[in-house]
């Protein structure tokens, strides 16, 4: 039982929603959904709809914004009124603020940013509907949509959280694990090299239950990174046939 009362690992450790520890929720993406953008993905993890779309290389405005040097990478995080049970105010706030932040820097380790100088590339997230990691579900559709807009990168990156709920460390939290839990761990990778890109944590997890859920994180991604490798192959043997 939880510190608040609330069961949500059984005594044989299933969940609430029947997974295992260290099973995700389904994923389902696909790659090529949006005809004006120059690449899009929508993704679906468990109860999460979102949806990605990428801009560019392009001239970049404001101009004092440009780097001489290289590309920079807007990314721009939306949560829809209707993405959540009580409806959010639309617009930005200092959550979004920070969950663009960290995609737009996740996602300049691997983007060959150097090739565009001045230029910008502009990725949206918009999360049609919620259920706890989103932020891991927005960056993992942006790196395929960025792959689906022919953009030169190093790897696709995939993300997932772990964390800790009723005392267990469980991978990809939903909403009640999330909201009742003790821990939530986002983490991004380069698979290639298994470099982490985004490392976030809210709440407290013992330093051997740290190194655990990085540990199952990592290998999520893995898994993911599958599930985006599966998407762009099906995008492109799709379009070979048309
Ligand atoms: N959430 C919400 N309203 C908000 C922000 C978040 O209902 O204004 C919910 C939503 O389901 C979200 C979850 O809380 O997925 C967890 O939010 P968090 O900030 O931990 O980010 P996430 O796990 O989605 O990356």
Redesign the pocket.
């Known amino acids: 039982m939880s510190e608040n009362g609330i069961t949500m690992v059984d005594e044989n450790g299933m969940r609430l929603d029947g997974r295992t520890a260290e099973e995700h929720r389904p994923i389902k993406i696909e790659a090529g959904v949006l005809k004006n953008a120059d690449g899009s993905a929508y993704l679906e993890i468990g109860k999460?709809k979102v949806l990605a779309a990428v801009y560019g290389p392009r001239e970049c405005h404001p101009r004092h914004m440009q780097n001489p040097t290289r590309a920079i990478i807007q990314c721009k995080y939306n949560?829809q009124a209707y993405?959540?049970?009580?409806r959010?105010r639309p617009g930005t706030?200092r959550?979004s603020t920070e969950?663009s932040k960290i995609i737009s820097e996740a996602l300049e380790n691997v983007v060959l940013t150097e090739l565009y100088p001045r230029a910008s590339i502009d990725v949206y997230i918009e999360?049609l509907q919620?259920?706890?990691?989103?932020?891991?579900?927005g960056l993992t559709a942006a790196s395929v949509a960025l792959a689906d807009a022919g953009i030169p990168m190093r790897d696709i990156i995939p993300a997932i959280?772990s964390g800790k709920a009723d005392g267990h460390v469980l991978l990809d939290?939903n909403?009640e694990e999330?909201?009742f839990g003790e821990a939530?761990v986002?983490m991004a990778i380069v698979p290639g090299t298994d470099e982490i890109v985004l490392l976030q944590m809210?709440g407290h997890m013992t330093r051997e239950e740290f190194d655990r859920a990085i540990e199952m994180g990592v290998a999520a991604c893995h898994e993911v990174s599958d599930i985006q490798k599966d998407a762009l192959r099906r995008r492109y043997s799709a379009e070979g046939c048309e």
Do not use: H
């Not at 993405?83 to 009580?86: E, K, L, P």
């Open positions: 999460n949560m993405s959540v049970g009580d959010k706030d959550r969950i999360i919620a259920n706890a990691g989103t932020r891991c579900a959280a939290l909403k999330d909201n939530d986002p809210d």
